[in-house]
Every structure is written in C-alpha cells, then in structure tokens.
C-alpha cells in the first residue's frame, strides 16, 4: 500500500468518525428538551406553598 493511500485511509475513517460522532450528539442534545422538563417558579414544590398540609396526627 502506498503511503498516499493510507494517508486517504486514515483521513477517511477520522472524517466519518467525526461524522458519526456528531450526529449521535445533536440528536442527543436534540432531544434534551424532551426528557429535561421545565419547572418555572410558580410551579417549583416548596415547604411554604399555602396548599400544603400538615398531618393532623402530630
């Protein structure tokens, strides 16, 4: 083989694992939204919310 040749080889395989690699990561951070749900602060659960209650037991 040619040294010409290995060169095209070595950077034909970087160039396709460079390819694949970010393609796996932007349909990862792609689908961040999805699995990652938003909470505004109205929404957060906290101790103080005038809803919650307190066991009547204690």
Do not use: Y
Not at 28 to 48: I, N, R
Request: net charge positive; aromatic share 6%.
């Amino acid at each position: 083989m040619k040294n010409e040749d290995s060169f095209n080889l070595c950077s034909a395989f970087l160039v396709n694992t460079v390819l694949i690699v970010g393609f796996i990561l932007t349909v990862s951070l792609g689908s961040l939204p999805a699995w990652q749900k938003a909470v505004t602060l109205g929404d957060a659960p906290t101790v103080l919310k005038s809803s919650a209650t307190l066991s009547p037991n204690k």
